[in-house]
């Protein structure tokens, strides 16, 4: 089979920006407009040096020629500016497009994708690398199209006055570019060499800045910090040897290009003296030749942009097509809150299986609870039945349908999970809470923290609801946000809730407020619970005993005491424990 040819990455970046082309093509247009005014004084001096020369004495004709290139040069300006204009709002509103895609992708892509991805790297590709392609949309567009299309029409005026001048006028730049193309073979690698060096830098910040807890709780600053300067200092020192390695090359371009005269003055002197070309047309050439510098010079400002274009636009792609959680869009009416797991088998990264041949039978309006030993596949279950993998086989169904059946908006608004592991915003506790129901009233998010046992400690809080918590909510404790999770929860008010560990943090003070508070709020909700404390489940309508990745026993609290050594062994460790306290 042919391979199918890929994309080139210009022709990515026009799709991503397809709903703005006619704005980059009015911006186009203007630049070109700009271009023909920039080439306004150049004919308005060569026409003064041809009268001086002719001996005109009539000076008003000297100044007619001077206000033409005046306006020229402010036609230039204007144009010019209108068209940066227009190409930097379409550039902006493009990169939020990007921005929207790439937010929304990180909503439908499986959880073990988020999970094994770095969030710097995200951060990279979200902020750093979209980032990277604002000069590329707003400036290459129109600013390039018109430095090409400046020193285009002055060569072909060149080539009209006399060939011979004009060839002379392109040598250093032909030299300038072969020069210049040596230096740029290694790019490439380089550059790709330099985006790893920046993810290994961005990677080592996160981790540091994220472990900082742990790093000062174990006198680790030492190593740690060694780990995240050793990144920082490869980076630079990185940047620092490529520079150094193109200094020469570049420095050698620098100075070729712009040394046109070194050609035309004594070759287009030789052809005066030899009667072969006229003096007005000399000093023309001489003018027009200077002008043929400049825009070259601006066109390879974006030779960073190009060789930087590729990896960008391939790695914003990696993302925006990575693969997906399998469901479709069209709205189902679900029957009731069933939820079935039929010969379910799973593995996070496709090679390793961690359930397997796993069937289970969760009744609308039942409490459910996964126990085991930590490892088990018990978060694993819940967070399938969430939505937030596709299984690997067998299938899951919710009101009769399989979850790949039902929209994810529809499986979220159905579904509310609260882990031990809980992510607050750094917004005000309000809003923490209201994430739940973005249309609930404060009344309404005030009951729901009453209702978990928050209200209490908010209220003592300096700014009470309005106390902003933080990033990831590191202004609280550990139970605090579990609390407010709980709340957040409660007003979500969703007919399936899954509580994975959710009192983890919780003081025993608190719990039984807690506790009566969820019993409250699932009633006649389907509820799946996963708890290391058995008291706390003694009273679901079945308990499930996970083991290894497979359902080892269910039953009720007193029929697998009865049956199943292993829960019994569970319940006695867990009664031991709280006897020792």
Known sequence: MKEEKKASPISVLLGWGKPYHG?????????VLGVACQMVPYFCVAH????????????????????VALCGYLGKVLFSSLSTTVSHTAAYYTLRDIRWRLTGKLARVPMGTILDTPSGQYKTTIVDRVEGMESTFAHLIPEMTANILVPLVIVVY?????????????VTLVVGLAVMSVGMMSYPKKWEGAVKAGKDMANAIVEYIGGIEVVKAFSQSAGSYKKYSDAVNYNANYYVEWMRENQKTMSAYNAILPSVLICVLPCGFAFWLSGSLELSAFLSIVIFSLGLVGP???????????????????????????????????PVNLADTSIGLDHVSFSYDGETEVLHDVSLSIQPGTMTALVGPSGSGKSTVAKLIAGYWDVTSGSITLGGHELKEIPLSEIAAQISYVSQDNYLFNRSIRENIRMGRPDATDAEVEQAAKQSGCDTFIRKLDQGYDTVVGSAGSHLSGGERQRIAIARAMLKDAPVVILDEATAYIDPENEAVVQKAISALTVGKTLIVIAHRLSTIIGADNIVVVKDGTIHAQGTHDKLLETCPLYRDMWQAHIGANDQM
């Open 48 to 67: 003064i040096v041809t009268m001086m020369l002719d001996g005109e004495q009539d000076f008003s004709r000297y100044v007619t020629a001077c206000m």
């Open 158 to 170: 060149l080539f009209i006055m006399d060939w011979r001048m004009a060839l002379l006028s392109l």
């Open 23 to 31: 704005k980059f093509i009015g911006s186009v247009v203007l630049a």
């Open 296 to 330: 070259i010079m601006s066109v390879f400002t974006f030779t960073d942009d190009l060789a930087v274009l590729g990896t960008n636009v391939e790695e914003i792609s990696q993302l925006l097509n990575a693969e997906e959680l399998d469901h479709k869009d069209t």
